[in-house]
């Protein structure tokens, strides 16, 4: 899907300058620099003038780790949250990568759908079909046959 490969180049390459950053997320030029030197994040330049810049998968750590030391959170340990955090959504990222070819919208208006996770086998022998399902109960998954 040569969309897919596009958002993934914007996303690695579109680059943020560190005052923007700072407007955006409320987190100072001064603080940004800090968090830098305890290797938290990494510009992607900065060049001979200094001006660094940062893209988007660093914006967004960047946010996370704000909103976590609003919640109380110290630096390190909200730095080690968004590592776990990042794990997890390399995962979830990896698991489903190739199942939106498997995904039924059952009612667009309100978002609510299910994801066919396909066909296992039970220890009794028996086999079932999973689904992962939005609606109006909520997120949960059910189980066929």
């Known amino acids: 899907m040569k969309s897919k490969k596009i958002m993934h180049d914007i996303f690695q390459n579109l680059e943020i300058g560190i005052g923007e ?29 200094g001006v660094r810049r940062y893209n988007l998968a660093t914006l967004y750590l ?20 968004s590592k776990d ?19 039924k919208v059952t009612d667009s208006t309100k ?6 996770l396909g066909e296992f086998q039970a220890e009794d022998g028996s086999m079932h079909h999973f689904k992962g399902v939005v609606d109006e109960k909520g997120q949960y998954v059910k189980m066929d046959g």
């Open 21 to 49: 950053v700072s407007k955006l997320t409320g987190v100072s030029q001064r603080q940004l620099r800090y968090w830098e030197t305890k290797g938290y994040i990494k510009p992607i330049s900065d060049d001979q003038s």
């Open 62 to 81: 960047i946010v996370f780790i704000k909103e976590q030391l609003d919640e109380g959170f110290t630096l390190s340990a909200a730095f080690e949250h």
């Open 85 to 103: 955090i990042r794990l997890k959504s390399r995962i979830v990222h990896q698991f489903f990568r190739e199942t939106f070819d498997d995904v």
């Open 111 to 116: 978002g609510y759908g299910e994801i066919d």
